[in-house]
């Protein structure tokens, strides 16, 4: 069941949903938008020759009120919004239409499990042939929130539990990697 804006302002203010800071326009029927933070990182691309999933990556922290990406580049950045969510509640992350028709997609892999904590990272691409610039401190995405048919037996607590920046790719950290056989 995906939560109406009443639901999720009956969650907020019984403190089983968190989502700090957050701004009565944020709230909108059935998501809540969230807004652009000021920590990005960019993949060093003079640093590596590939990128694989078995060693870490290599980034360069940018932190600002603005940032131009570039035509047909990626980055990573975070939302404003630190969130917690329950133990039976998964949240969807969705560009905004708004933002999509500059070019510009959002994912975070597009799903945030149970007992999940922490700000979102965003996976932004800019799929357009102009530059965009991106500013902290307006909405990028919106989350969509549904209710699970009852409580995760095992909620996450994975290597992305309580980020409050962005957080770039830690695959190299898989079980598959640690454990190979």
Known sequence: MILSDGGLKKLIDEGQLVVDPLTPESIQPASIDCRLGDHFLVVEQHDMKTISMSQEIKYREVV????????????????????????????FVEGRSSIGRMGLF??????????????????????????????????????????????????????????????????????????PG
């Open 106 to 179: 959002i994912q975070n892999a597009g799903w945030v499990d149970p007992g999940f904590e922490g700000r979102i990272t965003l996976e932004l691409y800019n799929a357009n042939s102009l530059p965009i610039e991106l500013e902290a401190g307006r909405r990028i995405c919106q989350l969509v929130f549904g209710l699970m048919d009852d409580e995760a037996l095992s909620p996450y607590q994975g290597k992305y539990q309580g980020q409050t920046k962005s957080v770039g790719s830690r695959v190299w950290r898989d079980a598959e990697t640690e454990n």
């Open 64 to 91: 600002a009120d603005r940032i131009v990406i570039a035509p047909h580049s990626f980055l990573l950045a975070t939302t404003m919004e630190y969130i917690k969510l329950p133990n039976n509640m998964v949240s």
